[in-house]
């Protein structure tokens, strides 16, 4: 793994333009950064990344099954009571998934660690799928990029293949969004841009011209019954909602289904610990009100975590990550090292939420950078990847996407 220098593009601009990719510059900076390239081998990709992804997915559901069946467990991952039924109706039912992104730390040697998986809402799905294969084909012609040049990028096909397999030709599927989000935009229209050459039917609305009909059933800007919907909206927040109240009864197939809310949530890290324990691919990681006396040497773990903790204690005291379940973009982490606070990405709108500790582990720096591989997952199997980066040690909503290729 290297971060290559390379020249970019001299029509960028236009081409970001012409495909619509307005936030490709952002508050000044830039977000799509192709003055250099991070470089794998196959190896690299095949071994490191893409297996051990498709194998943490796979641990991923059966952590599924245990969560669901486990109403203390509900509790810690911040599922409202009131709707553990239909989190756990649709687990049962095997609601089908689409897509999620991990977030890996790799630094092109050990193995990849799991930092979190964002299971339900990730972005950047657009640069990942289509504009860093779009750099890829115009730099191999230009001739910046050896011959040969690969890319790990089967996204939207996997995509495509996806929803084939889930519905038949001709099915309308409805795509929302917070409207005014450029990035979130982009989000979903690559995803119904899938689900058109799919055959299905794409209809958008934003999200806050949805609707409920006198008989339970959502509506769409256009008053039409949604059957599928996609949202690009947290279950978290679709659950605090009034709306809630009516997803059980509305004959409405959500993508991603209910059960992801306990998939696109850190306590996810500490049940999966829990489960496999020094799996090389995971962090050691508990629930934070576990261990919190014994995370400052003053007392013990609770039982349940007393002895998984101990093994681990000297790794915690060095140094560990606190995280609230729910946070987007690295909001309200903290880095804690020899027990003082080293570095924080302050975010008042995540406090409230219950937190889990997680081993520290240190991303690459490149050129000052720090890279995070972003393993997009779709159905159960690892698709392709796409890299951000940034200057501190928590990668936060101004990061850097960064082009990828495979070359030998």
Not at 52 to 71: G, K, N, Q, Y
Not at 321 to 328: G, L, Q
């Amino acid at each position: 793994m290297q971060k290559i220098s390379l020249p970019p593009r001299p029509d960028l601009a236009e081409k970001a333009a012409e495909v619509g990719f307005t936030f490709a510059h952002m508050h000044g900076e830039p977000y799509w950064d192709e003055t250099s390239a991070y470089r794998f081998t196959l190896e690299q990709i095949e071994t490191d990344i893409e297996d051990p992804a498709t194998d943490l997915h796979a641990m991923t559901r059966e952590a599924v099954d245990e969560i669901v069946a486990s109403e203390a467990l509900m509790g810690k991952l911040g599922i409202p009571p009131a709707h553990f039924g239909l989190i756990a109706d649709s687990w049962s039912r095997n609601e089908p998934e689409i897509y999620g992104r991990m977030d890996l730390a790799y630094d092109g040697k050990g193995p990849a660690k799991l930092l979190e998986y964002n299971a339900d809402t990730p972005t950047s799905l657009y640069e990942s799928a289509a504009f860093q294969w779009q750099w890829l084909e115009d730099q191999l012609e230009a001739g910046v990029l050896p011959q040969g040049a690969d890319q790990f990028n089967g996204i939207h096909e996997a995509l495509v293949e996806r929803f084939r397999e889930l519905f038949t030709p001709d099915t309308d599927i409805h795509f929302t969004a917070v409207a005014g989000n450029p990035e979130d935009y982009a989000t979903v229209e690559s995803m119904a841009w899938a689900a058109r050459e799919a055959g299905m039917g794409a209809h958008y609305s934003d999200l806050d011209k949805l609707a409920v009909s006198k008989d339970g059933q959502f509506l769409d800007a256009e008053d039409r019954v949604i059957g599928t919907l996609f949202k690009l909206y947290p279950w978290e927040d679709l659950l605090a909602d009034d709306f809630a109240r009516h997803i059980a009864k509305s004959g409405c197939m959500f993508l991603e289904p209910a059960w992801k809310a306990v998939v696109s949530n850190k306590g996810l890290l500490p049940v999966l610990w829990r489960m496999f324990p020094g799996h090389p691919n995971l962090l050691p990681a508990f629930f934070a009100d576990d261990v919190a006396d014994a995370l400052v040497g003053g007392g013990r773990a609770v039982p349940e975590a007393a002895a998984a903790f101990d093994r681990v204690a000297g790794q915690f005291r060095t140094a560990h990550v606190v995280k609230p379940i729910f946070s987007r973009e690295g909001a309200s982490v903290a880095i804690v090292e020899g027990g003082e606070v080293t570095e924080t990405s302050p975010n008042t709108d995540y406090d409230h939420h219950p937190r889990i500790v997680q081993a520290y582990h240190a991303l690459p720096e490149f050129d000052g950078f720090r890279p995070v591989v972003g393993a997009w997952i779709v159905g159960r199997s690892c698709a392709g990847i796409g890299l951000r980066e940034d200057r501190g040690r928590i990668t936060q909503d101004l990061s850097r996407f960064k082009p990828h290729f495979i070359a030998e």
